[in-house]
DNA sequence: AGCACGCCGACT
DNA sequence: GTCGGCGTGCTC
């Protein structure tokens, strides 16, 4: 409070004064005994209404005023209204205490805060901070973005002390980053306490999770916390397995979501508290209050599950870039392949590069073949079999040496369809969209508009002919199974994902993102399937996407020095899968970058889409005053009925284009405006 | 979003 | 004359 503030209590009489003047009304608290220092609660309401996106002002009962401190959770009563000078109705909302005030400046009577559901300070200041931004980089409600940032409140797990925080360790030694010409020198930047930025091309092979363990401990060491998300709940579980095997126990949590949401909430409030400094975990601790954080890292950026589903839909990497520069971090973005987005922050010269030798790089990675069309069609034994023979004799061969992992397409790839004779997609005469095989020998259709096409004849050739691609993978892969009995076969896949399978000869069948890690020096060949159904996606990052994809399988084979062979069927001319063969992945993205800033895509543009029913489309863009540089892309029709807009910006205009975009949203929705428009920023699912 | 109040048509 | 249509407006 400023000196020249009258005290608390005259200012609540000021309240009263002015409220009985312009409403005569008498106070609804009368004769509840308030707060005396600080009488006031600004509270976030939960309630994720876009329009509501402000902080309502409540009364603190003197009964609650030591519990009632900002960060705890309350209860409200919202939406009353006064008859006869009483308070009726108003239903009961969870919300936060983001502030205690001596007045208010709202002028009626203020409500008295129903309950303080805990004294636990969970919406800290510098969390709430983190969500204001979140929230208006990407146009949408700040409780929405506090319901992302805070767990559930489990009780039980309040009530227990967390452990006391264990001294800072000493800072680990290179290990494997040495093979990185950079790497030690990274380390040594954490531990003294800098905030470097590195985009990391990590080597292929079983080390990243060891190598992102020491980055953590050399960040610990400074005396600062440090945050690690990645994709999924295996490589967490890696992560926190290497992190284990260097600091030992209780310096780390993992917050990944099958603890189980007590266990969950425990681990929470112990780096809520302070009690532990590191964490790594899946998508949602991208929000873990991590006191003094001194490193974000995230690793696979590529993988879509860093992109939250709930809205506005935050990605893990804007949001942890937003903590690197809001809370001064040093920054860490890893992968075996990168995404244009990467390659941008090393262009921009925001980050450097963190890369290894080429020499590094034939050291681990393994030989890369391929078998593209012209080969198959050569290939008269593949057209009987319907598998190239150099893929037997690549199983064959492996299989004495250890396991073989197939990469098959998932199954529900609906199969897409080509021209048999010059193998150009085909498309819906009517709409252009893409011809796919509900079932085998039936009548294709069309996969937008749904038109089945009995007369399909190519646009580009005028062949008759179509050819399925991808049927076949799975059942290939069964027919490898049969043609070597002895050989036990696995499989991992959506509903059953195997962790790791074990060193001796084995087929390990697997969906991409579900490959087990193999024991030892790791497989002795894989065999990537699916080529043609990762790159024919309508999709931006199609290639970038398969890249991803092929690179994690392959790294799961030992290095070509220890025979390692990787065989992927797709045409050798294709971009990614020549950054497969000479693994280079750096120099993909770079020109994945290249292309995309001629074509003005994101992310060297922003990128916002509106869609919704058209007349509300329409309404909503009236409204906005975009930025003087935007570009307006559509709208078009979608399937749902309605029509969707693109709004494209350059990149410096991103923040204007979301706050414009959210206070249109705001006016159109306080003005009781009819249907709702979906905003999204930077929508990951534009073809 | 709910849930009020508010000024114009068909019913007891 | 009243019941009630859902058109604006507010919620601490």
């Known amino acids: 409070m400023s000196p020249e503030e009258p005290p608390a209590a005259e200012q609540l009489a000021l309240i009263r004064a002015t409220t009985r003047k312009a409403k005569a009304k008498p106070r609804t608290w009368r004769g509840a005994q308030l707060a005396e220092g600080l009488p006031?609660?600004?509270?976030?309401?939960?309630?994720?209404?876009?329009?509501?996106?402000?902080?309502?002002?409540?009364?603190?009962?003197?009964?609650?005023?030591?519990?009632?401190?900002?960060?705890?959770?309350?209860?409200?009563?919202?939406?009353?209204?006064?008859?006869?000078?009483?308070?009726?109705?108003?239903?009961?909302?969870?919300?936060?205490?983001?502030?205690?005030?001596?007045?208010?400046?709202?002028?009626?009577?203020?409500?008295?805060?129903?309950?303080?559901?805990?004294?636990?300070?969970?919406?800290?200041?510098?969390?709430?901070?983190?969500?204001?931004?979140?929230?208006?980089?990407?146009?949408?409600?700040?409780?929405?973005?506090?319901?992302?940032?805070?767990?559930?409140?489990?009780?039980?797990?309040?009530?227990?002390?967390?452990?006391?925080?264990?001294?800072?360790?000493?800072?680990?030694?290179?290990?494997?980053?040495?093979?990185?010409?950079?790497?030690?020198?990274?380390?040594?930047?954490?531990?003294?306490?800098?905030?470097?930025?590195?985009?990391?091309?990590?080597?292929?092979?079983?080390?990243?999770?060891?190598?992102?363990?020491?980055a953590i401990g050399a960040t610990l060491a400074s005396g600062r916390g440090a945050l690690a998300v990645l994709p999924d709940g295996r490589s967490a579980a890696r992560a926190d397995a290497a992190l284990t095997e260097l600091l030992g126990e209780g310096r780390h949590v993992m917050l990944t979501a099958d603890a189980g949401p007590e266990e969950r909430y425990r681990r929470w409030?112990?780096?809520?508290?302070?009690?532990?400094?590191a964490v790594v975990g899946t998508r949602a601790a991208m929000f873990a209050p991590v006191a003094d954080l001194g490193l974000v890292a995230l690793w696979d950026d590529?993988?879509?599950?860093?992109?939250?589903?709930?809205?506005?839909?935050?990605?893990?990497?804007?949001?942890?870039?937003?903590?690197?520069?809001?809370?001064?971090?040093?920054?860490?973005?890893?992968?075996?392949?990168?995404?244009?987005?990467?390659?941008?922050?090393?262009?921009?010269?925001w980050a450097l590069p963190l890369a290894a030798a080429r020499d590094q790089v034939r050291a681990a990675a393994p030989l890369v073949r391929t078998v593209g069309d012209a080969d198959q069609a050569r290939d008269a034994a593949a057209r009987a079999a319907r598998l190239p023979s150099l893929a037997w004799q690549v199983t064959r061969d492996a299989l004495a040496h250890g396991p073989v992992l197939v990469q098959v397409p998932r199954r529900g790839y609906v199969p897409r369809l080509a021209c048999d004779s010059c193998r150009n997609p085909a498309r819906c005469a009517a709409c252009a969209g893409p011809l796919e095989l509900r079932e085998r020998g039936g009548t294709p259709s069309c996969g937008w508009c749904g038109r089945p096409a009995a007369d399909w004849h190519c646009q580009e050739c005028g062949g008759f002919r179509l050819r399925a691609q991808v049927v076949g993978a799975r059942r290939t892969a069964e027919e490898l199974g049969r043609a070597f009995p002895r050989v036990p076969v696995r499989t991992s896949g959506r509903d059953t994902v195997l962790p790791s399978v074990g060193a001796a000869p084995a087929l390990v069948i697997a969906t991409p993102g579900a490959?087990?890690?193999?024991?030892?020096?790791?497989?002795?060949?894989?065999?990537?399937?699916?080529?043609?159904?990762?790159?024919?996606r309508p999709d931006l990052r199609a290639g970038e996407e398969a890249l991803r994809r092929w690179a994690a399988a392959s790294a799961l084979v030992r290095s070509a020095g220890e025979g390692g062979t990787v065989l992927v069927l797709a045409e050798p001319t294709l971009r990614p899968v020549q950054a497969l063969v000479r693994w280079?992945?750096?120099?993909?993205?770079?020109?994945?970058?290249?292309?995309?800033?001629?074509?003005?895509?994101?992310?060297?543009?922003?990128?916002?889409?509106?869609?919704?029913?058209?007349?509300?489309?329409?309404?909503?863009?009236?409204?906005?005053?975009?930025?003087?540089?935007?570009?307006?892309?559509?709208?078009?029709?979608?399937?749902?009925?309605?029509?969707?807009?693109?709004?494209?910006?350059?990149?410096?205009?991103?923040?204007?284009?979301?706050?414009?975009l959210k206070s249109g949203q705001v006016a159109r929705a306080t003005r009781g405006g009819g249907d709702p428009v979906a905003v999204r920023l930077d929508p990951t699912d534009i073809g």
């Not at 800290?124 to 992302?148: E, F, I, K, N």
């Not at 894989?526 to 790159?535: P, R």
């Not at 540089?629 to 991103?654: C, F, K, N, Y």
């Open 269 to 277: 409030l112990a780096v809520s508290r302070g009690a532990v400094r």
């Open 40 to 214: 006031v609660a600004r509270v976030l309401v939960d309630k994720g209404l876009l329009h509501l996106d402000q902080f309502f002002d409540y009364a603190v009962p003197a009964a609650m005023d030591a519990d009632a401190q900002p960060g705890v959770r309350v209860r409200v009563r919202f939406g009353a209204r006064v008859v006869k000078g009483r308070r009726e109705g108003g239903t009961l909302h969870d919300g936060f205490i983001v502030e205690r005030r001596a007045d208010s400046d709202y002028a009626g009577p203020l409500a008295p805060l129903a309950q303080v559901l805990s004294a636990e300070v969970v919406l800290t200041p510098p969390l709430l901070s983190l969500c204001r931004h979140v929230a208006d980089r990407y146009a949408g409600a700040l409780a929405d973005v506090v319901q992302l940032a805070v767990p559930p409140r489990m009780a039980r797990a309040e009530k227990d002390p967390s452990p006391d925080p264990l001294p800072a360790p000493a800072a680990p030694e290179p290990g494997s980053w040495s093979r990185y010409a950079t790497g030690p020198a990274y380390l040594q930047a954490l531990a003294r306490g800098d905030t470097p930025r590195a985009v990391w091309l990590a080597l292929p092979g079983p080390h990243w999770p060891a190598e992102l363990a020491r």
């Open 515 to 536: 490959e087990p890690v193999a024991e030892g020096p790791g497989y002795a060949a894989a065999l990537l399937l699916d080529g043609w159904a990762l790159l024919n």
């Open 584 to 660: 280079d992945p750096a120099g993909h993205a770079v020109r994945e970058l290249a292309e995309r800033a001629e074509l003005r895509f994101p992310p060297v543009s922003r990128m916002a889409s509106v869609s919704g029913p058209a007349a509300a489309v329409a309404e909503l863009l009236a409204l906005v005053r975009l930025p003087p540089d935007t570009d307006q892309l559509g709208p078009v029709p979608t399937p749902a009925g309605g029509e969707r807009l693109l709004l494209r910006v350059p990149p410096g205009s991103g923040a204007a284009l979301a706050a414009a």
């Open 302 to 349: 590529g993988d879509s599950s860093h992109a939250e589903p709930h809205a506005p839909q935050p990605h893990a990497r804007d949001v942890l870039l937003l903590r690197a520069a809001e809370e001064r971090t040093a920054f860490l973005l890893g992968g075996l392949t990168g995404t244009v987005e990467g390659a941008q922050l090393v262009d921009s010269g």
